[in-house]
């Protein structure tokens, strides 16, 4: 299963993929599976976080038994990523919007791994 978080406040999104594995759940998505990722072992872990800044890519990926705290892990990844690109670095008075962020994503890729099990079991 494939879905887009719309992240309206930086003009972009993020793609959660989420299938049997990890290794399924990049090949199932069209718009991940060619980015390059440093991470190549992808049979060996139940999530990631993937990016292609000049394409605008950004992509959580989940093996189905992903747990939330893996969930919370990825959406650290991807907010640290997105913040410090656009030129938010963690500090005092930037602690708030990052927390909110990392907040905002754990859910919406809940609802997603929701949606998924609601859909295959």
């Known amino acids: 299963m494939t879905s887009i978080i719309d992240i309206p406040i930086f003009g972009t999104e993020i793609h959660v993929s ?3 594995t990890a290794l399924d759940a990049v090949k199932q998505n069209k718009k991940l599976k060619h980015i390059k990722s440093y991470y190549k072992d992808w049979d060996n872990t139940n999530g990631g976080f993937i990016f292609d800044p000049e394409r ?3 992509g959580i990926i989940l093996a189905e038994d992903a ?3 893996t969930i919370a892990h990825e959406s650290f990844h991807a907010t640290m990523y997105l ?3 656009f030129g938010i670095t963690m ?6 919007a990052f927390a909110y962020m990392i907040g905002y994503l754990t859910n919406e890729v809940l609802k997603v791994k929701n949606k998924y099990h609601e859909k295959n079991n």
Not at 91 to 96: A, R
């Open 67 to 69: 747990c939330t705290g």
């Open 91 to 96: 500090s005092d008075e930037s602690e708030e």
């Open 56 to 58: 605008n890519i950004y």
């Open 18 to 20: 989420i299938a049997k």
């Open 83 to 85: 913040l410090q690109m």
